[in-house]
Antibody
Framework: QLVESGGGLVQPGGSLRLACVGSGFTFSSRWMHWVRHTPGKGLVWVARSESDGSGATYAESVKGRFTISRDNAKNTVYLQMNSLTDEDTAVYYC????????????WGKGTTVTVSS | DIQMTQSPSSLSASVGDSVTITCRASQRISTYLNWYQKKPGEAPKLLIYASSILQSGVPSRFSGSGSGTAFTLTISGLRPEDFATYYCQQTYVTPPITFGQGTRVEIK
């Protein structure tokens, strides 16, 4: 199971930190992803963290503004989002992957981020 | 980046119909192609991975095929709970992982 938190309303240029807690599996052995969804663009992959936190990769649209990290002792993956724009408004999902890019088999229910003044 | 293009963007069908959704990749991706179902207000759900392997617990009316650049998702005998948006995803060349734009399956 994955449970996201941390979404909310933030002004343009602001910051937000999302968290996703995993349970029921060996969190430290899985790559974790953040994916966002909007009605207009559908599902868009945002970022990925490898099992030990190394090898973080990002979509071009968020590179330099978002940072993915994890605390395996807390079974938690984070997404620090800075310099937010209205284009970042979306429902953000965390998803479990394999220890390589293959598929995402477990998804959280999502947390909503709204960027608006 | 590999672009994924789905067709149609939307379709209308009746309960019991069979429908096929196509996904095309801008370059060859072997069978690194997955399908997800997304309903409003719900998390995406993995249906099929590696082009044709049914995820555990997914009904057998869902099937996938293809390799290279052309893939299909078929739903044989639509049920009311199948009306949703379907997305393909490639994981062959990453980053980035890319999704298709989605195909909305609506009730006729």
């Amino acid at each position: 199971q994955l449970v996201e938190s941390g979404g909310g309303l933030v002004q343009p240029g602001g910051s937000l930190r999302l968290a996703c807690v995993g349970s029921g599996f060996t969190f430290s052995s899985r790559w974790m992803h953040w994916v966002r969804h909007t009605p207009g663009k559908g599902l868009v992959w945002v970022a990925r963290s490898e099992s030990d936190g190394s090898g973080a990769t990002y979509a071009e649209s968020v590179k330099g503004r978002f940072t993915i990290s994890r605390d395996n002792a807390k079974n938690t993956v984070y997404l620090q989002m800075n310099s937010l724009t209205d284009e970042d408004t979306a429902v953000y999902y965390c998803a479990r992957g394999l220890p390589r890019d293959y598929y995402m088999d477990v998804w959280g229910k999502g947390t909503t981020v709204t960027v608006s003044s | 980046d590999i672009q994924m293009t789905q067709s149609p963007s939307s379709l209308s069908a009746s309960v019991g119909d069979s429908v096929t959704i196509t996904c095309r990749a801008s370059q060859r991706i072997s069978t690194y192609l997955n399908w997800y179902q997304k309903k409003p207000g719900e998390a995406p759900k993995l249906l099929i991975y590696a082009s044709s392997i049914l995820q555990s617990g997914v009904p057998s009316r869902f099937s996938g095929s293809g390799s290279g650049t052309a893939f299909t998702l078929t739903i044989s005998g639509l049920r009311p709970e199948d009306f949703a948006t379907y997305y393909c995803q490639q994981t062959y060349v990453t980053p980035p992982i890319t999704f298709g734009q989605g195909t909305r399956v609506e009730i006729k």
